[in-house]
């Protein structure tokens, strides 16, 4: 019987650009109570694992590249070196680390900053971050850009990544955002056996709104085969008032419900398209919100963004039909 984990897949230490050094980064990752970490310094290898008797530290690294940034976990020294210009040299370099057991993930392919520019091609690695940081428009841009690929037909595992590098002022975005893996057990290899399935949602905060979407026995990242009377759950452990549930299907909204009150919620759906199912709780940023953001983006990007969208507070992977 598994449980659903939480996990820090992308942060930064001084091995890189982040303030805190490993030991440290660990011991503030235990006060949160998460249940693995995932070291991932720009361009370093994880020359030393610190330890911890509370939770699962996983070593990575963050191949940053004009190109693109990619994570990949779980191996000490999974590639040569860090030369990588060219999309050929990539997927080379993804290959060996594949073979030495890594898993790949594309990060932020629609950062502004940081944008993805060789051939995104996802089914190349094992997961995509769809959020990265917190919430910014970006990250709605990728979901956009997700739900289209999966319409298409593509199987594609989403995680959130807080790329931790620092805490600003009073803020703590450590686990900002958090991603839950279902897994047998907390150990690397249990919790890289639950990404490569799919099973993963993505939360804003640990023990914050997390949506669950179930058919029968069969879980987030799964294929169903659909029936006359296919059903979905879908599970949000707690909806804030004013904050509203949608259930996409095929790129459609097929559900949606606001809070008007917080508590847990949940509904049971049919299904009657081959495709994808996934959720999201999205709420709309305030006035004040929405000119601070504006202010702050004309700083980093130099431009604000026309609109800003409602926001996604918390967001699954898909569950597939055929
Ligand atoms: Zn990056
Ligand atoms: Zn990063």
Not at 99 to 108: R, V
Not at 119 to 126: G, H, R, Y
Not at 254 to 272: G, N, Q, R
Request: net charge negative.
């Amino acid at each position: 019987m598994g449980k659903w984990y939480s996990g820090v897949v992308h942060s930064h230490t001084t091995r890189s650009d982040g303030k805190f050094t490993p030991d440290e980064l660990i011991r503030k990752a235990e006060a949160k109570n998460l249940d693995f970490i995932i070291l991932t310094d720009h361009n370093q290898f994880c020359e030393s694992i610190p330890e911890s008797s509370k939770m699962l530290v996983i070593p990575g690294t963050e191949l940053t590249k004009h190109g693109g940034h990619t994570n990949i976990w779980g191996v000490q020294y999974p590639i040569d070196n860090f030369d990588c210009d060219t999309y050929e040299e990539w997927e080379r370099k993804i290959a060996m680390a594949k073979e030495k057991g890594a898993l790949i993930c594309i990060n932020h392919p629609h950062c502004s900053n940081c944008t993805w520019r060789w051939p995104l091609e996802p089914e190349k690695a094992d997961c995509v971050e769809l959020w990265n940081s917190p919430q910014h428009v970006d990250n709605m841009k990728c979901t956009v850009w997700w739900q289209k690929e999966l319409a298409s037909g593509k199987k594609i595992t989403g995680v959130g990544g807080s790329d931790y590098h620092r805490d600003y002022l009073v803020t703590d975005f450590l686990d900002n955002p958090v991603t839950y893996v279902y897994a047998e057990e907390c150990t690397q290899e249990a919790i890289f056996a639950g990404i490569k399935a799919g099973h993963t949602t993505i939360a804003p905060h640990v023990g914050k709104t997390m949506i669950e979407i179930t058919c029968g026995d069969s879980i987030i990242g799964d294929t169903v085969k659909l029936t006359d009377d296919t059903k979905i759950k879908v599970k949000v452990s707690s909806l804030k008032k004013g904050h509203t549930l949608k259930v996409i299907a095929a790129n459609r909204v097929i559900f949606e419900h606001k809070a008007d009150k917080t508590a847990p919620y949940s509904v049971e759906l049919p299904v009657a398209d081959t495709n994808f199912v996934s959720a999201q709780v999205e709420y709309d940023c305030s006035a004040p919100f929405k000119a601070v953001y504006s202010l702050a983006a004309k700083k980093v990007l130099h431009e604000a963004p026309s609109e800003i969208p409602p926001f996604i507070y918390a967001q699954t992977s898909a569950i597939y039909f055929e």
